[in-house]
């Protein structure tokens, strides 16, 4: 193949890699990719939200109906977390040019061309943004929504905060108002920045509000803000695995699954056993955050330990972020774990190599020292540490952050001064200047990743004649593939993740013994073994034995043709016609 078709894919580009798209965008951008490319990309949808916008789902690769291992990606699942959307478009795009380039020749300079060879057979399903509804709200006014701009909880009787572009400047950020008991004061180096307020702080201080107004509002008391008040469900508690109801876990949702959004995507991975490798994208830290999410590392199965342990070591030469433990390192509260998480559904569930990133590491661009437990990070911030973050914003960013403060009389309130962080583009997202850097390194990871794919091959299938009516037909089935066939030591029990079964069927000739027409021949080991798992030590190196090949035979009476089908819903279905003559 020429250059040209990889010059076309540069030009449909609608700028992804520096900007974010609107749902328009979006919906060109995927429909341009699949229109041009259309032997390696289609463009489905897999649900349609309340606001009539499809939740459009890329499935990448040549012959994208034959079933075979599989590696999903998810963003923009958190409404203003739109950066996800545009890394998984750059993920979609590099798997293009993949396919688009020459053979034998590399994607990137971080993938081999053994890589890029394994990947070409690799089936991709990417979501870009798995809450249309909710990132475009957060695109239209920066008003704060979690995942959907929608509440369909009964009590409503109460006060609570309603986000609104209140002046009507186009914009809902927030509100301050002057009160003696307030708990912020301005910051005398950085006009408009509140800081929280200390004893030696003088007056003014200042109460702080999402701009909105206020429901069921008596005239006096001011609910406290909630970032839930005015939409109901983080689709991040709404999945089924270890789901809690709201009572117990924020966000929640009515019960598991109650958004299209989520049942949508849950929907499609039960239609998929093959689906291997799940990248559920957020922002912001500059982390990877990996299971276990309940426990810690000595109750995790070492095998998977393993394996994660060497997703981590790339993660930190790819990309510059580390891999932390969910449990070990990201809990909000202490021994309070998550309800209802995608890739606990997707790592438990359905036996995925699951892991969420938090793209765009603020704290190590503005250069702070990484905490000890890095959720440490987002809340143990100084005095000093917030003039810091303001100096990066005004210098490196464009002062996108931090808004100047405008006087306006609020309907409900009175004299109130409208404006402060609006956070979209910088703290939520990346700075433009940095997102072709974010969208390169994560592709490179991803890809990576996706490369360790099982992969069951039909590697000699050999005859010999018994006597004039009788063939014996033999086949060795092997996995070239870094992963076994099961994936993940913590999944075997999981009814998809069934063995290999071996099929052979007869046209003309028949088999002497018909019981074994249908065989399990069990599941074959990748050459993989993650890293520092404790094989292949310096003073003990020896391998396993034929655990990634299996060689089975057939005795074949008269002559016609052999078809073998060998594979499981979990790895697909290699197929060979044998003509026995
Ligand atoms: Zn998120």
Redesign the pocket.
């Known amino acids: 193949m020429s250059a040209a078709p990889a010059a076309r894919l540069d030009a449909l580009s609608l700028g992804f890699r520096e900007r974010f798209l609107s749902y328009d965008e979006l919906t060109r951008q995927v429909r341009a990719w699949a229109d041009a490319f259309p032997e390696l990309c289609r463009v489905t949808s897999i649900g349609r939200t309340p606001e009539e916008r499809e939740l459009w789902l890329l499935t990448l690769g040549s012959d994208p109906d034959r079933p075979r291992p599989s590696a999903w990606l998810d963003g923009n699942m ?1 409404a203003g ?1 739109l950066c996800g959307s545009s890394v998984a478009l750059a993920v979609a795009e590099d798997i293009l040019r993949l396919h688009l380039r020459q053979d034998g020749e590399a994607a990137s300079p971080a993938s081999s061309a053994l890589a890029a060879a394994r990947l070409r057979d690799v089936r991709f399903y990417i979501l870009p943004r798995m809450s249309p509804d909710g990132a475009e709200a957060v695109l239209a006014s920066g008003r704060y929504v979690r995942s959907v701009p929608r509440d369909e909880r009964p009590a409503r009787a109460h006060a609570y905060w309603r986000c609104d572009d209140v002046d009507g400047d186009g914009l809902a950020l927030s509100m301050r108002i002057r009160d003696a008991g307030g708990e912020m004061v301005e910051s005398a180096e950085f006009p408009g920045l509140l800081l929280p307020r200390t004893v030696d702080d003088a007056a003014p201080y200042y109460k702080v509000y999402p701009e909105g107004v206020i429901e069921n509002f008596d005239g006096n008391n001011v609910p406290t803000p909630h970032f839930l008040s005015d939409n109901q469900t983080d689709l ?1 508690r709404n999945f089924p695995f270890f789901w809690a109801p709201d009572s117990k876990q924020e966000g929640a949702g009515a019960f598991p699954l109650s958004e299209i959004e989520s049942r949508a995507v849950v929907e499609f991975a039960t239609q998929h056993p093959e689906i291997f490798l799940w990248l559920n994208l ?2 912001f830290g500059g982390v990877f955050i990996r299971p276990l999410g309940d426990q810690p590392d000595t109750k995790m199965n070492q095998e998977d330990l393993a394996l994660y342990r060497q997703l981590g070591a790339w993660a930190e030469e790819l990309t510059g972020y580390p891999m932390v433990s969910g449990c070990e390192e990201f809990l909000y509260e202490p021994d309070t774990p998550l309800h209802g998480d995608l890739t606990d559904y997707a790592y438990h569930q359905r036996g995925a190599i699951a892991y969420a990133v938090e793209l765009w590491d603020l704290f190590k661009q503005v250069g702070f020292e990484r905490k000890k437990r890095f959720v440490d990070n987002y809340v143990q911030l100084t005095r000093a540490d917030m003039l810091r973050l303001a100096a990066w914003d005004r210098d490196k960013n464009a002062g996108r952050v931090i808004r100047p403060w405008r006087r306006f009389a609020h309907p409900q309130l009175g004299e109130v001064e409208v404006g402060g962080i609006d956070p979209r583009v910088g703290l939520w997202n990346p700075p433009p200047e940095e997102m072709p850097r974010i969208c390169a390194t994560q592709a490179a990871h991803y890809l990576r990743v996706a490369a360790l794919a099982p992969a069951v091959a039909l590697d000699a299938v050999e005859t010999a004649a018994l006597s004039p009516e009788l063939t014996r037909l033999t086949v060795t089935v092997a996995n070239h593939g870094y992963l076994p066939t099961y994936i993940l030591a913590s999944a075997k029990a999981l009814t998809h993740n069934e063995a290999l079964w071996a099929d052979a069927r007869c046209s003309g000739c028949e088999l002497a013994d018909p019981d074994l027409a249908h065989r399990e021949i069990g599941h074959l080991d990748g050459w993989g073994r993650g890293l520092f798992d404790g094989s292949g030590a310096l003073y003990y190196a020896l391998t396993r034995g034929t655990t990634g090949t299996r060689t089975v035979s057939w005795v074949v009476r008269g002559r016609g043709v052999v078809s073998l089908r060998v594979g499981s819903c979990r790895v697909g279905w290699t197929t060979r016609d044998v003509t026995v003559a």
Do not use: A, G
Request: glycine residues 0%; proline residues 0%.
């Open positions: 958190h977390e991040n957020h922002t």
